[in-house]
Structures are given as structure tokens and as C-alpha cells.
């Protein structure tokens, strides 16, 4: 047997191994791939395309490949791959090479670079090719095979031979625009240019694709009336056109308001007679779409911008504007479009010629897929220009709301959307979106989803933002759409920073089988049968399935579909997800590999589709599959009790109507100046009156929903009477108390910004655990209740079973108290960093400071402290904290396929940025300002943002700048750039506090390939404010400054004009400003000093 073993192993390898890597050629390569073929995870990752000339297999083993000709052993081919006998080999040129052997380090870049194949000696170059700007899913290819020139090739064949594929010698560029599209107040001429005299310039005002083979107008069918009810007729087709023209003269652009309804006039549902359709003129843009063609070479890409008249040259919307322009026959084509009810609704009649039409009945709009994706261009305006101008592919999205008039639709960007559309996460850039009609809401709020979501948004588990938009269609008001994040894997990358690509998630919609959207269904397979075979009364079976299942997520995902009366859930509109690794106790949040629940789709909710007073406890834990893991979980003692603890702290917070109401009254406000002109479009809603009652019912839910949530809590788990729980401190700035999971804190939402004394309402039957957490610098001492101390410990269980109790925790000045770094005590003036030598010795850092990793490589603005670095500052590669002498320091994250090729010290590509510490005690007005700058720009984009935290552990906040923006210097393009940020005033939270955190976090703003950026930090300065006079007066009364204290050493002073500041004796400042008709008068003995000590 070892013998015949042996025998077919030297076979085999003489084989493979009787053919060399000389004898392969790069045939074909792919540097932007959205929708070619995909790898074995289902990403469209960049391509390279290999062949072999020969009759025997090729080994590439040990072979490198490279996008960079300085470094030609870039990225070095592991054992196995093998390039098989004439045939082709395909390398995924994804970045990721974890995803198998023939993936490769690296991506491609659109922009154009050098590739090559190396001999194993590192030397030899085997075959390279260097190309120019790509274009997406068009491929750059030998033709013929192997011997031939390269040429664009439209029809990619990956993995086959090019011969067949159209080729083109030139991609030509697009033409240009002499004036880009926005806000205008009178009309002008629209010139379109190219550089090549051989080019010509086609374009479009219906939204259609600009291209020769439509100079003459073109037809499509569709229809305006269906068969809605049991013997009505069948609708006639209709025709309509659309038309491409050559450039030869400049357009004019103006104000089109007056003109005909184009897409307007065209049905989007079944109706016989679409009651919707406007009989007056619409608002309306011009959109001026335009391609350059020449003979021989591939055509530019489109160009399209929109252009709208307002009196003011100025958005006259209160919401931004999303111009959305998609061909109409790919919208509207009886046969093929999606907007529309279509053939397939005609169908659907035939084949039911007794049914009434009803929402959920088959049409056009309810195919998905990827066959009913269509190309289009969407435009954002934010302001007076575009946010963003870039091709997009667009699909319906939703379920039965797809009958509706007015549409939702998911937009694919094919890359990003580069612009932060949503105001609360101003740092995320986003892949994919949705354009949302408010679902079930489509006819009464037109934001009830959106602002659920808002109001639960900083709970255990994933929401969606939202920002309303008003779209136009073509060029033609829409109306309101609320763009939404969606959730996919690109949204789960993005947020947690984990691997898009290594997820498994499911939905679940109508009680059918789940659907896999990511991964594999091992793992949820064995949470199921685990769930299913089990019951978890007994601790160690609940134990064990805490390892499934993050139960702080679970839990406030069921309170909150439960206070919400959503019975469109749970046997519908359930997604799940986790990350593809083995439980991790230890990991953040994301991270762990459990399961994770995610918000969408409550449109049924807050008093839609259910009253008030309905149980939707019961509704949730009926005796039905979709109800198990709750039913399972609530067995259990610890995990019940959990359950009524969090929900009875949610009620007592997050869905106070103290805090909701106004909420609501807030989006009210945001959304009504736009609806009359919604209904008046759509008449979705009869009036602006009946939209305001829909308002109300969601105010009436906020109210008094509470209520009945507690009677069913109460009943369901027999928990005896309400009991009125007040909580106080002795001194709000030495510590604070958390009750169960609430943190009686400002920052803690549903509590007010005076937390104390606290009142909430709990149960007789259900104890509440209290803590005393003091602030640093402070201890706690005990708690009282009347004249008793009731406890010293600090974590006290409070009994409500005889009444209602009122206690107070007592804290006390804590002097063993020590914290790393040390803090700076800003009663000494001014803090200043002004550099750091290059020579200093490895682990030191400057006073007050500490460089910081993070725990996990390539950090996000989630990633955590993992320790403090301990390396040199004068190391030339590698992840890195360096000296920059009087440029101060930089920081710089690589990673490396050897796990042991770091700098001792510095973790690697963990580096995490700079701690400042500080005692502002005393302090009224601190401000901080820095420089930032970029020593090497690299290709990945990474930032410094300034953060802050109260004590030495726990999140930091972003400090704000005076337009409640986060204060971050972010790479730039040009290596040597620099800015100075600030100054920015330290919040009220941060002041008068005995230890508090400043930290420049150094984090991967954008993912990408390719090197990081490396940045810089320098010249701090923290500073104690000034002080300015109010009024005319003496110096040294307190009453005469805007600091309310007599000006000291560290104080920067400014008299306004008109004041007149006397001094007598000593006055002292840190720099004197006086304004124009101003006046310092001083006495003959003052004296004023100038300086800090």
C-alpha cells in the first residue's frame, strides 16, 4: 500500500510539476467588479484571470503576485494552487487572503496600476501587465488569448477565453458640464463638452440612457387602467417614447414647471381608474443626461446632473432633495418595468377572474431579485449642491406596501455612498440604502417606523436611521421618501467592524422557512435544534444557551416590539445575525459569535394596526413557532426576572412620555411643512387634518401605553402592586446610582438632566438591585433611608414587598485615590504638548499622557483600550508610535501575513492614538485646541478624533464643535498636510472634575486596501478660558467678568467696546485684549502682570 501511495505521488507530481509557471500568462483582470461573478462568499471581489499555454497542470506554490512593481513580493501563493492544463486559473484580488488559497492580500485598483507574476527567487518577473482607469464590470483582456493586444472587454469571461468578448481600444471620458447641476433662480444655456474632435456628445432630458441607436424616438408600452374588481375589462396598452440627441448646440435650461406630467401621468398600481394621478402640473427639475461615443471605443459613462428653479436660487424644501432618474421604460414597461402593475398583474387576473384586487395580489412590483434591478443615477442635494452624483442600481423593496403608489426603493451603490447621509452616526459612510415610503405607514404618519426606531435607537439592538428626503422622479416631484440604512452585511462591517464576509444571516417572514441571506446555516441549524429539544428552567441548559444568544439585545429587542403593539412580528419581519466565530465571552460587542437581533419594519406598531390596551406580551408568547425562544427563555428564573427588571427600567425610561412626546411633537414639526405638498401628489391621505389625527394616535399610544404594559407584566407574572421607588445622592458630582440597568445619569436617555432625586415605579414583587458608583476621586460610604443607614455596601437589593422606599447614597472624598496616566491639574494654567523626540526611551510618554493600542487590528470607533505601548519611537516600519521631534507624534497601523513581524511594543496594526489626563476641578471653561496632520497619506483613510471620558474606564464621547460636529482631523490626500482644530470647549460633564480623559483616537475611518494613512498630533494646548467684561466696573470685582471670578494668571481677558475697567492695586492675566472704545484705566500704584506661573 505505501508502495502504490508513493508511486502515485511522484506521478502526480511529475504532472504538475512537468509544465512551468514560465508557460502561464495574465490573461484578463477585473479591477471593479459589482456584478461579474462572485467569489465563494457571494462578494463581487476584484479578479485576476491566469493562463496556461500547456498541456500540464502548472503549481503556482510559492509564486508571488504583486500590484506594486517596487515590491515584488507583495503577496506570496500558498501551496495548491495550481493552474490546471490549458485551462484558467481565477486569483480573487479581494484584500482577504483568509478566504482561501486563492485569494489575494490585495485589491485591484479602478484607477489603474501595474500587475505582475513572480518567480518564487523574488526577482524574476513571469508575466505583468500595467493598465490605465477601469471601468466597473468591464475587463481589461489579452485578444486573442495569451498572444494578443489588450483591450476592454465588455463581456468579462472569466475562467474563459476572451476571443468572443467585444473589444474596445479606449475607454473615452465622459463629457463635461459647464455648469453642475443645483438650485437656480433664472434660466441659462447648458454647454456639454469633450477634448476629442472624433467624439460625439448624445444626451437626454427624459431620463433615458443618451446613446446613437435612439436618435430616433423609440416605444415602449404600458397601461394606466387594470382590471381592479371581478369583471372589469382589461385595460388598453398604451404607448409612449423616448428619445436621444446629439450635442450641437448649448441647451437651455429652465424652469419646466408649467410643462405636461411625463411620469407623473403613469400609473403605479392595479387601480382602474388611478384616482392619484395629478391632473395639474407637478413640480419640476431638469435632468440633462450625457455620453460621448466615437468609433472603436467603449462609450464614456453617463453624466447626469438636475437642475431646479426656485425664487430664492436655494432648496425651497425643508428637506434635502434626492433626484432619482431611472429610465421610464425600465419603471413603467408593461412587460418589464417595475414600478408598475404590469403583465404579471394581468396574470394574475386570468388566472383568478373572480377575486377583487387586493394589496398583497401579484404584479410587476412584487418580483425581486436580481433580474428586477434596474440602472438609474441618484443625486442628493444637501444645502445648494450635491452631496453625492453617482450610478446607482434600484429594486422595489417591502412586502404588501409595494401596492401602494408611492413605492419604497433600495438603492445599490456598487461601492459607497460617500456622504454621511444620517446626522446621529456623522462618521459612517454607507453601501447601500433605502428609500422608503414608511411601509404600512405609507398613508397615515409617513414616519412611524422611522421614529420608533429614533426613539429606541440607543438600546442592545440594531435600529435604522432615517433621514426624510424629497425625491423627484426624472426631474419630477415624488415626494416623501425617508432614507433608511439597511441591514446586510455591508451595514454589520460597517458598524462593528468585523468581517462583512464571514456572517450568517437569516429573516423571517410569514411564518415560511427562514432565509439565509448570509453564511452558512450550520450554526443556526444547532441553535434551533438546541432551542427546540431543550427546556431552560434548569441553570445549566440557560447557561449554555447564553452562549447562543446575546440576552442583553434579546431582552430590549422583546420589550420593545412588545411596548410597541407590533403584531406584524414575530412570525414576520425577524432578522438575525452574528459573526461566524466560536463564543467569545471576552470580545466586544458584535464580536462574540452569538446571536443578535436586529429592528425593522414596525410600521404595525404604536397604535397602527392594534388598540392601545392590546397584550401584545400574550401576542408574544403564543403557542406558535415564532414565539419559542421566548417561551423557552422565560422557564427560566434568572432570565424571567431579567426580563422584568429591563422591561420595567425601559418604561421608567426610554418609554417614558416625558421623554417620547416631545419626540414626537419634535418629527411632527419636522415633517409637516412637507405633507401638504405629499398629499396633494399622491392623495394618500384625504388632508392635512387627518394626517395630524394619525399623529395624535401615536401621541395617545406614548401616553398611555405604559399602563396597560404594566397590568400585563403584572398579571402575566403575578407581581403585586405598584411601588414608587425616589432615589437621591449627596452630591450629584462625587457619583450617581444605578437602578437595575439605568444609570441615573444626564447622559442616560429618559433621564432628565437634573437626575436627582429620581422617581420611578416598579412592582411589589420584584426587588431592585441599586449600586452606588462613585466618581473618580471619590468613594462611596453608605446608603441612607430617613435617619437609618440602610447599607454599606455598595450594591444593595431593595425589598418593595411591605411599601414604598426613598434612599439616598452617601459619598465621600476618596484620598488613596491614584490613576495612570497622572492628571494634569489645570489650576496650574495651561497644558501644552510641543513634540516629542525620535530618541526617547521606549515606554516613556510625555507628562500626563500615554500612547494607547486598541483591541482589535485596523480599529473603529468601537474598538477599546487594550493596554498602553511600551515600544521606541524611532522605528521606520511596521505599526508604530514615532518621535517627530518639534512635529510632535505619529501613529501608523500595518499588518503583515507573519504574526511575529512586529515591533516590540506596538501590537500590530493595533495602534490606537494618545490619553491626555486632567484635573479641571474648579474649572468653568476649559478649552483644548491641536494640530493634525498627515506624514504619509497612503491609501486606507484613517482620522484622529478627540474624545473625552469622566474617570479613567467606561465609552468616551466625541467632544463637539460649536455646530455639534465631531472634532476630528481626517487623512488627506497630500502627505504633509496639516490643520490646527480648536479651540473647542470641554462640555459641562467634563468640568470640575478630578480626573477626566482627553483621547485623539487614531481609527480606520473608511475600509479599503492598501497601506494606512500615517497621521500626526501636535502643539496641544489646554487652556482655562478668559474671561470678558459685561459691564463697566472695577477689576477686581467679580461682577465686572463673564467668569464670574476676579481674571487670575491663566486667564486670557478681553474688554468690550464700551466698557471702561478700572484697576487698582495688583491685576493679574495671562494676556490683555482691549477693543476699540475700550478702556483699561489703572491707578498710579496698579500694576498688572502678565504671564502664567
Known amino acids: 500500500m505505501r508502495k502504490f501511495s508513493w508511486i502515485i505521488c511522484v506521478w502526480a507530481w511529475l504532472v504538475v510539476g512537468s509544465a512551468s509557471a514560465q508557460d502561464v500568462r495574465i490573461n484578463e483582470l477585473l479591477a471593479s467588479n459589482s456584478s461579474t461573478i462572485t467569489d465563494a462568499t457571494g462578494d463581487y471581489a476584484d479578479w485576476v484571470e491566469l493562463r496556461n499555454t500547456t498541456g500540464s497542470a502548472v503549481s503556482l506554490a510559492n509564486y508571488y503576485i504583486t500590484d506594486n512593481l517596487s515590491n515584488l513580493t507583495k503577496y506570496q501563493l500558498p501551496a495548491g494552487v495550481t493552474v490546471p492544463a490549458n485551462g484558467y486559473l481565477i486569483l480573487w484580488a479581494s484584500g482577504m487572503a483568509s478566504r482561501g488559497n486563492t485569494h489575494l492580500g490585495f485589491s485591484l485598483s479602478a484607477d489603474g496600476e501595474s500587475l505582475a507574476l513572480v518567480n518564487p527567487d523574488g526577482q524574476t518577473i513571469v508575466d505583468q501587465v500595467t493598465f490605465g482607469p477601469q471601468r466597473a464590470n468591464v475587463s481589461w483582456g489579452r485578444k486573442p488569448d495569451v498572444t494578443g493586444d489588450w483591450y476592454f472587454l465588455t463581456q468579462p469571461s472569466p475562467g474563459a477565453s476572451n476571443n468572443a468578448s467585444p473589444a474596445y481600444s479606449a475607454i473615452l471620458d465622459p463629457p463635461t458640464f459647464s455648469q ?46 387594470y382590471p381592479q374588481n371581478a369583471g372589469h375589462p382589461f385595460g388598453p396598452l398604451l ?61 464614456s459613462q453617463i453624466v447626469t446632473h438636475s437642475y431646479f428653479f426656485t425664487p430664492t436660487g436655494t432648496n425651497k424644501y425643508t428637506f434635502p432633495i434626492l433626484s432619482l432618474t431611472i429610465p421610464e421604460r425600465s419603471l413603467f414597461d408593461y412587460q ?7 403583465r404579471r398583474f394581468d396574470q394574475e387576473r386570468e388566472n383568478n377572474p373572480s377575486f377583487n384586487a387586493a394589496p398583497c395580489n401579484l404584479a410587476n412590483y412584487s418580483n425581486s431579485g436580481s433580474a428586477w434591478e434596474r440602472e438609474g443615477n441618484a443625486e442628493l442635494f444637501v444645502g445648494t449642491s450635491a452631496a453625492f452624483n453617482q450610478p446607482v442600481g434600484v429594486r ?12 419604497s426603493l433600495r438603492l445599490y451603490s456598487g461601492g459607497n455612498f460617500n456622504y454621511p447621509i444620517f446626522s446621529d452616526y456623522p462618521s459612517l459612510i454607507h453601501r447601500n440604502l433605502l428609500a422608503r415610503n414608511s411601509g404600512q405607514d405609507w398613508n397615515l404618519t409617513l414616519f412611524r417606523d422611522a421614529f420608533l426606531h429614533k426613539m429606541v435607537q440607543h438600546l442592545h439592538f440594531d435600529t435604522q436611521a432615517s433621514q426624510p428626503s424629497i425625491v423627484f422622479m426624472n426631474g419630477e416631484y415624488w415626494g416623501i421618501h425617508n432614507l433608511r440604512e439597511r441591514h446586510d452585511n455591508h451595514y454589520v462591517e460597517r458598524v462593528y467592524g ?50 447562543w444568544i446575546d440576552m442583553n439585545n434579546f431582552i430590549d429587542y422583546q420589550a420593545t416590539q412588545i411596548y410597541a403593539a407590533n403584531t406584524d412580528w414575530p412570525h414576520n419581519n425577524v432578522r438575525i445575525w452574528r459573526l461566524r466565530v466560536p463564543y467569545q465571552p471576552n470580545a466586544p460587542r458584535g464580536h462574540d459569535g452569538r446571536w443578535r437581533w436586529m429592528l425593522f419594519d414596525t410600521d404595525f406598531g404604536l397604535g ?112 403585586g402592586q405598584d411601588r414608587n421607588v425616589v432615589i437621591n445622592v449627596s452630591n450629584p458630582a462625587q457619583g450617581y446610582v444605578r437602578v437595575n440597568t439605568i444609570d441615573l445619569l444626564p447622559t442616560t436617555e429618559g433621564v432628565s438632566s437634573q437626575p436627582y432625586p429620581w422617581s420611578g415605579q416598579y412592582f411589589q414583587q420584584a426587588s431592585l438591585t441599586l449600586r452606588a458608583r462613585a466618581q473618580v476621586g471619590y468613594r462611596f460610604k453608605h446608603w441612607q433611608e430617613g435617619v437609618n443607614i440602610a447599607s454599606s455596601d455598595s450594591v444593595y437589593v431593595l425589598s418593595l414587598a411591605a411599601s414604598d422606599r426613598s434612599l439616598t447614597a452617601v459619598f465621600e472624598v476618596d484620598p488613596a485615590f491614584t490613576a495612570e496616566p497622572p492628571a494634569y491639574d489645570l489650576s496650574a494654567c495651561t497644558y501644552e504638548f510641543m513634540g516629542w523626540p525620535a530618541d526617547t526611551t521606549a515606554g516613556t510618554f510625555p507628562s500626563n499622557m500615554a500612547f494607547v493600542y486598541m483591541d482589535a487590528p485596523d480599529p473603529t470607533l468601537g474598538a477599546q483600550i487594550a493596554g498602553f505601548t511600551s515600544g521606541l519611537y524611532n522605528y521606520g516600519t511596521r505599526s508604530r508610535v514615532n518621535g517627530l521631534d518639534a512635529e510632535g507624534i505619529s501613529f501608523v497601523n500595518t499588518t503583515s ?21 486632567l484635573n479641571t476641578l474648579g474649572q468653568s471653561d476649559v478649552s483644548v485646541s491641536w494640530v493634525g496632520g498627515t506624514v504619509e497619506a497612503n491609501n486606507r483613510t484613517y482620522a484622529l478624533r478627540l474624545q473625552y471620558r469622566v474617570g479613567d474606564n467606561g465609552p468616551f464621547t466625541d467632544l463637539l464643535d460649536g455646530q455639534g460636529q465631531a472634532v476630528e482631523y481626517v487623512r488627506n490626500a497630500t502627505s504633509g498636510h496639516s490643520e490646527t482644530l480648536g479651540p473647542v470647549q470641554l462640555p459641562a460633564a467634563a468640568l470640575d472634575q478630578p480626573y477626566v480623559q482627553l483621547f485623539w483616537r487614531y481609527y480606520q475611518k473608511e475600509t ?71 478702556q483699561l484705566e489703572l491707578d498710579e500704584d496698579a500694576q498688572l502682570q502678565l504671564g502664567e506661573n
Open 180 to 225: 453642475a447641476g443645483g438650485f437656480f433662480t433664472s434660466p441659462f444655456e447648458l454647454s456639454l463638452g469633450v477634448s476629442d474632435p472624433e467624439v460625439t456628445i448624445y444626451y437626454t432630458l427624459d431620463g433615458s440612457e443618451p446613446s446613437p441607436n435612439n436618435v430616433t424616438a423609440q416605444s415602449y408600452t404600458y397601461k394606466n387602467s
Open 239 to 299: 404607448t409612449r417614447y423616448f428619445q436621444s440627441y446629439s450635442f450641437t448646440a448649448p441647451l437651455p435650461i429652465q424652469d419646466r414647471t408649467g410643462e405636461p406630467n411625463q411620469v407623473s401621468s403613469i400609473s403605479s398600481t392595479w387601480h382602474r381608474d388611478p384616482f392619484y394621478i395629478p391632473s395639474f402640473p407637478v413640480d419640476k427639475g431638469t435632468v440633462v443626461r450625457a455620453a460621448a461615443y466615437k468609433e472603436g471605443a467603449l462609450p
Open 336 to 342: 418589464t418595468g417595475i414600478y408598475t402593475a404590469g
Open 396 to 407: 422595489i423593496h417591502g412586502g404588501c406596501s409595494r401596492f401602494s403608489q408611492i413605492k
Open 498 to 547: 468585523v468581517d462583512g464576509d464571514n456572517l450568517d444571516m437569516y429573516q423571517f417572514n410569514w411564518n415560511t422557512p427562514p432565509e439565509l441571506e448570509e453564511g452558512t446555516s450550520a450554526a443556526y441549524n444547532a441553535f434551533s435544534a438546541f432551542i427546540q429539544n431543550n427546556t431552560f428552567a434548569d441553570a445549566a441548559k440557560y447557561d449554555s444557551v447564553r452562549n
Open 608 to 719: 397602527q394596526a392594534q388598540p392601545i390596551s392590546h397584550n401584545t406580551l400574550e401576542h408574544a408568547t403564543a403557542n406558535n413557532e415564532s414565539t419559542r425562544v421566548l417561551r423557552r427563555m422565560l422557564d427560566n428564573t434568572t432570565f424571567r426576572t431579567d426580563f422584568i427588571s429591563r422591561f420595567t427600567d425601559l418604561l421608567n425610561s426610554t418609554f417614558l412620555p416625558a421623554r417620547t412626546v416631545p419626540m414626537l411633537e419634535q418629527t411632527k414639526q419636522l415633517y409637516a411643512p412637507e405633507m401638504e405638498a405629499h398629499i396633494t401628489r399622491w392623495a394618500n391621505i384625504p388632508n392635512f387634518a387627518t394626517w395630524e389625527a394619525s399623529v395624535d394616535v401615536i401621541k395617545s399610544f406614548l401616553e398611555q401605553r405604559a399602563g396597560h404594559v404594566r397590568n400585563h407584566l403584572r398579571s402575566r407574572f403575578n407581581l
Open 897 to 917: 501575513n507573519d504574526a511575529n513581524n512586529i515591533n516590540e511594543g506596538y501590537p500590530m496594526g493595533r495602534m490606537g492614538g494618545a490619553l491626555l489626563a
Open 1008 to 1078: 479599503g486596501s492598501g497601506s494606512r494613512a500615517r497621521l500626526r498630533l501636535d502643539d496641544i494646548v489646554v487652556s482655562r478660558g478668559g474671561c470678558e467684561s459685561i459691564a463697566s466696573g472695577d477689576w477686581q470685582n467679580a461682577s465686572t467678568w463673564s467668569c464670574g471670578r476676579v481674571p487670575s494668571v491663566c486667564d486670557a481677558v478681553l474688554i468690550h467696546e464700551g466698557h471702561v475697567v478700572r484697576l487698582e492695586g495688583t491685576g493679574l492675566a495671562r494676556q490683555v485684549q482691549v477693543a476699540d472704545d475700550a
